[in-house]
């Protein structure tokens, strides 16, 4: 398969901000936030670098496919300290009790619901037992995604060292923390909140579609990058799934030294998608592609390559923080269960940011999909000034065709 570049950025190529951000001391309770591209994994890998001597340091994320693609970006070494937020307080909780098999029941985690921690127990547990974590670091990514209860249960262990990356307007999860939040929880002042603006990972057209999704009402627009690109995001409308997959196999052929993310809506497209591409006994230019998922089934064992060109099929929680060179988006399937729209523009703000140089959504001729009613019409457009021009610029947000 065809090696793809995949890797941190050298020093001299990071931004003002990135670099002012690694010269923040290594005590003390930072939070940096930024829209996708901006680069805030970027500094804190840097960051957890920068402490590699530190031998209480934990480089903590939401998800499993993060986390996964966060180490492929650093030294082996550095492995064993970086873990999901969730396992790692699930093990750090099992430890402080030292709980073995014969005291499960009382040992493990106290929850309210399966896989949600009943964090005043918790508190409590902790503090029977003398729990002190004091002069460990936390080095948290999607740090928005983790509720303000999950802060504070931490904090109980008298934990002073927090280097948040975050990002309100990613909140896809139940339970989450706005930037306000955090910066109570952190007990913030201003001089300790540092905002990425510039967007290194998406085009012009990208962005610019991203922007149509932004909900935060809060904050300005992120900055719509000076990359131009003539690819336009489309909508393609299909009778027939199997023409979709071929656009997405000709589009591998093309260039398989690139990533291309298939993002969908639940288990069985993702499953379908799978046994779907597997299946093409068409003749191409280049040998088949690695085709490569995740899902909560393999608990935590990603084995998905970043380093090299391919397919990879996920559903739309499991993409937070990660990049693709290209991103197809199935808009069927989805559900508004809550009837909050905004969640949806959410979902869709974080899928379709994934995208590194092309973005294409498609839906069925026949089906009704519930994110057509946030898409914008075909012909609609966006006026701005680019980021770094001063004259103003109208793009299309979004093309439509038929397959």
Known sequence: MAKRIFELPRQDQLTKDQRKVLRLPAEGQYLIVGAPGTGKSV??????????????VHFLTFNHVLNHANKYLVDDSFETKMHTAMSWLYD???????GTADTFNISKMPEVAPHQPNYEVLIDRFSLHNANLSGHSLIIDEGQDLPPEWYEAI?????ENFFVVADQNQQITEHHSSRTELETCLVLNSDDVIELKENWRNTMPIATFCSYFYTDKASPKPAIPNRASVNIPILY????????????LKEYDFDPSKLIGIFVANET????WMRRLGNDDKQRNNPPPVISTY???QKGAVSINFGQGGIVVLNDKSVKGIEFDTVFIQTDGFKNISGNEESLKKRLYVMSSRAREKLYL??????NSVLEAILPPEGEVIKFIPEGESNEIEIEILKRRKL
């Open 92 to 98: 750090l909780q099992w430890k402080i009790v030292k």
């Open 237 to 248: 409308e299909y009778d027939v799934l199997d023409k979709v997959k071929e656009q997405i």
């Open 43 to 56: 500094v804190a890998l840097l960051r957890l670098q920068a402490l590699a001597n530190t031998e209480d």
């Open 295 to 297: 899902s909560a089934n």
């Open 155 to 159: 904090e109980s262990l008298s934990i």
């Open 269 to 272: 497209k993702r499953v379908d």
């Open 362 to 367: 498609f839906k069925s001729q026949v089906q």
